[in-house]
């Protein structure tokens, strides 16, 4: 009995002992903590380079106008009342060219997808117009027949311009515009079988610009872009260093001298950029 006893004892005690073993907490492995991963920002500031090929988008047409100085007295033989013409030429300018130059400006990354930003670059550019055909006269005696020989161009030009985009992840898509400036010579010598003179101007022109274009940030600092940009420069030159002779009758003709006439041009500069960039973004 005693033993039965016993037995019973031993039997709920082990019954308990495993109860209470299951209420206790169990050891689990914890989760790995999550990271998010850095979500890339186009904010910042950067610099880069750029290389590309120039359009010619001129008419590609110049003319000058041509004054003789005042108080001028008609000598025997010249055409009576002859005082001043326009004379209109053609040109044969180049159509493409290489532009290469740096840029550098600043990004804002604003409601996760809207960028705006500010840019400033400036370019060598090697357009050279070739003017040598004349293709009217007006104000000019029928004798007078002109020859151009000249060039004018753009040897560089700069831009400072906003940009307006919207991001999606690390590729950006924008639209940019502003102001634009360029210099160039304008050398030209006119000649004719009366009034033949030398020109050389060089101004800095004016104007405006406006394009698009698409950037992916391939590293974090790494960007890689194609931008086009329309160059609209108004480039407006007088120059009175004229100086040469009249021979109202062509050869065997009098010939007399033209003490300082005026050349006034009005050049137009208009042309594309189609240009790959590189830029580092700090």
Do not use: C, H
Request: avoid cysteine.
């Amino acid at each position: 009995m005693q033993k039965s006893l016993l037995l019973a004892g031993v039997a709920m005690i082990a019954l308990g002992g495993g109860a209470f073993a299951a209420d206790l907490p169990t050891r689990v492995e914890a989760p790995a903590p999550f990271i998010q991963p850095p979500v890339f920002t186009w904010t910042g500031f950067y610099v880069g380079v750029n290389a590309g090929v120039g359009f010619n988008a001129g008419d590609d047409r110049g003319s000058s106008l041509v004054v003789l100085p005042g108080g001028f007295t008609t000598p025997p033989g010249a055409p009576a009342g002859f005082t001043s013409g326009t004379i209109v030429y053609g040109d044969n300018s180049e159509d493409a060219v290489f532009t290469g130059g740096g840029q550098i400006g600043y990004n804002y990354q604003f409601a996760n997808n809207f960028v705006l930003g500010a840019e400033a670059d400036l370019q060598f550019l090697g357009f050279d117009d070739d003017m040598n055909a004349a293709i009217t006269t007006a104000g000019f005696p029928a004798t007078f027949t002109p020859a151009r020989r000249g060039t004018q161009g753009l040897d560089w030009f700069g831009t400072v311009r906003l940009r307006a985009g919207y991001a999606f992840d690390r590729t950006l898509v924008y639209a940019t515009g502003g102001l634009a400036y360029g210099e160039g010579d304008a050398t030209r010598f006119e000649a004719t079988n009366g009034i033949g003179g030398f020109f050389d101007d060089s101004d800095v022109a004016f104007g405006w610009t406006l394009g698009a274009g698409v950037e992916y940030a391939w590293t974090d600092n790494l960007i890689l872009g194609l931008e086009g940009l329309y160059v609209s420069l108004d480039r407006d030159t007088s120059v009175t260093n004229f100086a040469g002779t009249y021979q109202p009758g062509g050869a065997g003709t009098a010939v007399f001298p033209v003490a300082a006439a005026t050349d006034s041009q009005d050049d137009n500069i208009e042309f594309g950029v189609v240009r790959a960039r590189l830029n580092y973004k700090f």
